[in-house]
Nanobody, 126 residues
Framework: QVQLVESGGGLVQAGGSLKLSCALS????????MGWFRQAPGKEREIVAA????????YYADSVKGRFSISRDLAKNTVNLQMNSLKPEDTAVYSC???????????????????WGQGTQVTVSS
């Protein structure tokens, strides 16, 4: 059974940092494009960051570029999202996603992912 479990969310003041982690079971991050999405109340789900299968190429939404960093840890079978200089507009439920297949470029739209975590709340106060 495939499971993706996020952790690391919480309440932080503007300018602060959080590190989200997504632990995979039943599925390997190796050679697999991975992504982080977020959804704020009343808004559509949007891509935040994504990795291609090598993890050498990352995509970032313009709104987080220079502040967020996506990475993977093969030993722990996790994909992580380091979030710095957080802003109130970063408040959302953050979800990690994994593609069903391996290899390929970073995927930027949610239908391209076959597996999802349950999400973790990130709240940034002003």
């Amino acid at each position: 059974q495939v499971q993706l479990v996020e952790s690391g969310g919480g309440l932080v003041q503007a300018g602060g940092s959080l590190k989200l982690s997504c632990a995979l079971s039943g599925l390997a991050v190796l050679r697999r494009p991975m992504g982080w999405f977020r959804q704020a109340p009343g808004k559509e789900r949007e891509i935040v960051a994504a990795l291609d299968w090598t993890a050498n190429n990352a995509y970032y939404a313009d709104s987080v570029k220079g502040r967020f960093s996506i990475s993977r840890d093969l030993a722990k079978n996790t994909v992580n999202l380091q979030m710095n200089s957080l802003k109130p507009e970063d408040t959302a439920v953050y979800s990690c996603a994994a593609t069903s297949g391996i290899f390929g470029s970073a995927r930027l739209t949610w239908p391209e992912y076959g597996y999802w975590g349950q999400g973790t709340q990130v709240t940034v106060s002003s």
